[in-house]
């Protein structure tokens, strides 16, 4: 369903995703991210780490392996609660807008409040293009966010973008479920739930 890939990659998609940096505004916030080779470290280690992760398990529920028992083993590898909740938070928004315009009986069987990989899984039913959504929202999101938080141009960061290996790790995540940690992501996700002041990102 290379058009319903699509249509989820798309920024303009209504489910939420636009309201998460996934821990790039707390790293701007640290002087973590300043720049454009800053911003470029920071999102190759997201799409190894925490996008390999979402990927392989986008492509499990593709595959059609069981959805309660993927939601508990993505909860598991997911240590950090904001993390945990970022992802649920962006799932449910993307539940609710794919309810309306992809309604199936394996749709409604994910849980009510669902990780985002699961949702993309079920409605990309073909494991590589699911892998390689999830991979490339893991990255596109926080581009976007350092455009917005840090003036970056915006023709050089789509273009660290491109440069960003999102096809190897989708086919990575195809082989195998991940099982790896991104220690400074979820650390970064805990300082940020509980910074005072104003925030512009849920995450």
């Not at 892998?131 to 840090?150: F, I």
Request: charged content about 20%.
């Amino acid at each position: 369903m290379m058009l319903t890939a699509l249509i989820l990659a798309d920024s303009r998609f209504p489910g939420g995703g636009h309201v998460h940096s996934g821990g790039l505004e707390e790293a701007a916030a640290r002087g973590l991210v300043v720049d454009e080779p800053s911003l470029e470290s920071f999102l190759r280690g997201r799409l190894l780490t925490a996008g390999l992760l979402a990927a392989g398990f986008a492509a499990a529920a593709a595959r059609g392996e069981d959805l309660a028992e993927l939601d508990a083993e993505l909860d598991a590898r997911t240590p950090s609660p904001a993390q945990r909740e970022a992802s649920r938070a962006q799932g449910r928004g993307m539940l609710r807008a794919a309810r309306r315009a992809w309604p199936s009986a394996r749709l409604a069987a994910l849980p009510a409040s669902p990780h985002q990989p699961l949702v993309i899984g079920v409605l990309v039913d073909d494991a590589f293009e699911a892998a390689l959504t999830c991979a490339y929202l893991s990255v596109s999101g926080p581009a976007s966010a350092a455009v917005r938080l840090l003036g970056l141009d915006p023709f050089g960061v789509n273009a660290i973008v491109a440069s960003l290996d999102v096809e190897e790790v989708a086919a990575r995540a195809c082989k195998e479920l991940p099982a790896l940690g991104s220690p400074a992501l979820d650390l970064l996700a805990e300082a940020h739930v509980r910074r005072e002041g104003v925030r512009l990102f849920g995450s």
